[in-house]
């Protein structure tokens, strides 16, 4: 899915990175999110948040299923990064993958947000 | 407004007993007022005490059920008046959808967003006369082919109203006899986060059972005799937004129902026909020997070269044929044109059409058959969870004749099927709350009651984890490109590219299906079952209608849950969810021509909006968090480069707990899910990032 993140506060910042270290962009990854907190920059609120990355996916099993089966390693305390939030496009589940120790399958949300599963709608509008 | 009659009553008193001069209305008068106000009028037309038909259309003259005998009226009424009272047994009720729809247009604000249709209609036609293609991105109904070209034939325009219709049955009560038939209309003049909202659903009937109805159509005749009026003369509106009177032309796009109700409607055969296919694609399937039951198997069985009906060849299927309107009409005619009932029936076998559809009757609606689109939760997650889940466990139900032939793929049976359902389970406490119902132990429970958002969660989100190493490996390989498939189609912005990709991964499954499983052996015809065929239309009707979870059956289960939480009367259920779909089409009126009297939402206490659709949730730290070294190190590397780096004070980081971001998700922290400590929880830390800046590899 695609959305505009707001990135004009970041281009300064961009162009420094391109220069002395290695991009990576659009590169989707999964993270475990430690806590959130916000930076004001000029007046403006800005969100970010401290995560563990889960390392890339398994190539070997992504081409035995087709690209279904994500499986990722957890590393904890080792690769904690800060992002901002506009990074962000979705919750997944981490569901521990008891053929590998240690590593979590990905599930992404099937369906949509505007169709079911919004339970306020049901519970608490009126 | 849910609260009961009583709680209204029991508030009135306490006021009047603070302000004795107050003289609030009673619940009557409110209801009365209403009504008046909200302009919704209610119609109730008798019908059959069992439930067979509604005494409308051709039946409106008769006295007695046509199909069971059962008198119209209540017969001691009647003697008791020498045939002067006639009341009726039984009514059903009709919302008509004209006045709630003039509801819509008459404040300012509720008028323009009938407009989102209009807008996003005149820009896909920019987009598309720019590049001369169809759209790159489906991400709506409206960018469907089916629309697109109806809009400009129709023609659909600025004020037209563009509906859906959705038919379906309902029970209430587990273990009790409550089958209640409701069907309503989905306004897809709406932008997408409004349209499927309860507060902008119109009710358009409800039937009551316990019985199914025998005759559907006769229910439905009033609501859509109302509607092809309005097609015809127009829908009188004042638009509160411009100022200015309108006339607005419906135009009913697509009629959604299960696959029974669906056979009803389309007056097809049903899906055991040799045509049975619910869009009507006129594929043609193969019958057992001496069977009447058929099935659309690709692949001709070994010793059919020789059978009656069932020798042709294999099929391509790279040439599945499409539901073609004209082929339609032609069939139809030639069904209707039968001379005797012989002839009836073998053009009715051949066509896969038994009768007219009641729809033929309206005047703007897409041609037949195309507006009776694929169902995206039926067929492919309950018919086909139910069909895989009876072949790996090897359940009777799908067993054949020839027992000595070996089942590589039965491989759930006895303490596998045990551990895979605790599995299954365990792996459902870390889904996060937005993902909907979690699949239960389906060992325990897939025989009783599993929902289709627990198959879903199950098979299609779980599944690629839990059946490693559990299937054997082709098919494992087999089963994913389904899920695979699936997950593409219900997205709900799918790129032409993926479409593509769903298509060839959605094919490929059902061919090597027949191959994998059915090995051309005439026994196990019966594997080959509907909904296995209609996974070939999924990618086609997604070029066609747009993300088909957009024109599903979802949003009426969401309805019936929501009605069936408003019932208050266990012992007259079906009155009591007239009334109450009453009342949702005065509330939803009202607050349409109100809007203070809805509910207001408000961002929670204590949050953050920071814009584009993120909000800072808490808990909240009081103090300053005393950052771990690791944390330190992520802080300096992230905001090294920063220009205002000086300004920032890197150790002063007071943490957040939760964010809500823009697809309606709220983000969890591990610092929050561990100070719950229940293993129960659901996670909700974990998330998806994309164009990340990492500046270690």
Same mark, same amino acid.
């Given at each position: ?126 | ?341 012989? /002839? $009836? #029936? ?9 009768? @007219?559809?009641? %729809?033929?009757?309206? +005047? =703007? ?53 045990? /551990? $895979? #359902? ?9 889904? @996060?709350?937005? %993902?909907?119902?979690? +699949? =239960? ?257």
């Amino acid at each position: 899915m695609s959305r505009c993140a707001d990135w004009s506060w970041l281009e300064f910042d961009k162009r420094v990175l391109t220069i002395s270290q290695i991009l990576h962009q659009d590169i989707v990854r999964f993270a475990e999110v430690k806590f959130f907190f916000i930076k004001v920059f000029g007046g403006v609120p800005n969100g970010f948040a401290i995560v563990s990355l889960y390392s890339p996916p398994n190539e070997h099993l992504l081409r035995l299923s087709h690209n279904t089966l994500i499986v990722c390693g957890y590393q904890g305390e080792q690769d904690l990064i800060v992002i901002p939030i506009e990074s962000i496009i979705s919750v997944v589940a981490m569901i521990p993958f008891r053929s590998i120790t240690g590593s979590c399958y990905m599930v992404e949300k099937i369906g949509l947000d505007v169709v079911d599963t919004d339970h306020r709608d049901d519970n608490d509008e009126e | 407004m849910d609260a009961s009659q009583r709680t209204y009553e029991e508030v009135c008193r306490n006021a009047q007993e603070l302000v004795p001069d107050l003289k609030p209305l009673s619940f009557y008068q409110v209801q009365r007022r209403a009504q008046d106000l909200s302009g919704i009028v209610t119609w109730e037309h008798h019908m059959c005490f069992k439930s067979c038909i509604g005494f409308t259309g051709p039946f409106a003259v008769l006295e007695t059920c046509p199909e069971c005998g059962e008198p119209r009226y209540d017969q001691q009424e009647l003697d008791k008046s020498d045939g002067e009272r006639k009341v009726p047994q039984k009514v059903f009720t009709t919302f008509p959808a004209g006045p709630q729809l003039q509801a819509r247009w008459k404040y300012s604000q509720t008028a323009k967003s009938m407009f989102y249709r209009w807008e996003k209609t005149e820009e896909l036609r920019r987009e598309c006369e720019e590049s001369g293609a169809p759209p790159k991105v489906y991400n709506d109904i409206l960018s469907g082919q089916a629309y697109r070209e109806a809009a400009d034939d129709a023609p659909i325009n600025e004020y037209d109203t563009v509906l859906m219709l959705s038919v379906d049955g309902a029970q209430f009560y587990k273990n009790k006899q409550s089958e209640c038939w409701i069907y309503i209309w989905i306004i897809v003049d709406l932008s997408l986060e409004n349209r499927y909202k309860i507060r902008n659903i119109l009710p358009g009937g409800v039937i009551p059972g316990p019985n199914s109805p025998k005759n559907i159509k006769s229910f439905l005749f009033p609501g859509l005799a109302h509607v092809s009026v309005l097609q015809r003369e127009g829908l009188p509106i004042w638009d509160g937004f411009n100022q200015r009177r309108a006339l607005s032309f419906i135009f009913l796009l697509l009629v959604l129902a299960d696959a029974v109700a669906m056979a009803e409607l389309t007056g097809s055969v049903g899906h055991h026909g040799l045509k049975g296919c619910r869009l009507l694609c006129g594929f043609a399937g193969r019958n057992k020997p001496k069977g009447s039951h058929y099935y659309p198997a690709l692949l001709r069985p070994h010793g059919f070269e020789t059978h009656r009906t069932s020798s042709h060849p294999d099929v391509d299927i790279n040439t599945l044929p499409d539901p073609d309107p004209q082929q339609y009409r032609s069939d139809l005619n030639d069904v209707i044109s039968s001379r005797n009932k012989t /002839e $009836h #029936g073998r053009r009715r076998l051949h066509t896969g059409i038994c009768k @007219p559809s009641i %729809f033929d009757g309206i +005047p =703007r609606i897409l041609d037949l058959p195309t507006c009776f689109p694929g169902d995206l939760m039926h067929q492919p997650v309950i018919n086909l969870a139910a069909l895989l889940l009876d072949l790996w466990c090897a359940r009777p139900d799908a067993c054949d004749a020839d027992r000595k032939s070996p089942w590589p793929w039965a491989v759930l049976t006895g303490d596998v099927w045990l /551990e $895979h #359902g605790k599995v299954v389970a365990e792996a459902a406490s870390h889904l @996060p709350t937005s %993902f909907g119902r979690q +699949p =239960r132990n389906p060992q325990e429970k897939v025989s009783s009651g599993y929902k289709a958002w627990e198959f879903l969660n199950y098979l299609y989100g779980e599944g690629p984890g839990v059946l490693y190493d559990v299937l054997p490996a082709p098919y494992y390989s087999h089963f994913c490109k389904l899920v695979r498939g699936i997950r593409i189609v219900y997205q709900h912005c799918i790129s032409n590219d993926q479409i593509l990709m769903a298509h060839e991964l959605l094919l490929q499954w059902c061919l090597e299906f027949e191959i994998l499983y059915v090995q051309r052996n005439p026994d196990r015809l019966h594997f080959v079952r509907q909904c296995v065929h209609s996974i070939t239309h999924l990618a086609k009707e997604t070029y066609r209608l747009g993300p088909l979870s957009l024109s599903s059956q979802w949003t009426m289960e969401r309805v019936i849950g929501y009605l069936g939480s408003l019932l208050r009367q266990p012992s007259n259920p079906f009155q009591n969810l007239a009334a109450q779909a009453r009342r949702v089409a005065h509330v939803n009126a009202m607050v349409c021509m109100w809007p203070e009297l809805g509910r207001q939402e408000h961002n929670p206490l204590g949050s953050m909006d920071l814009g584009n659709g993120y909000l800072m949730l808490g808990p909240k730290d009081t103090s300053v968090h005393q950052t771990s070294l690791a944390e330190q190190t992520a802080l300096d590397d992230f905001f090294s480069d920063y220009p205002d780096a000086v300004k920032i004070d890197l150790h002063s980081v007071y943490r957040w707990g939760r964010l809500r971001i823009p697809v309606e998700q709220t983000a969890r922290s591990r610092w929050k899910e561990m100070e719950r400590c229940s293993n129960m929880a659901r996670t909700d830390r974990n998330v998806k990032v994309c164009g990340l800046v990492l500046a270690r590899v």
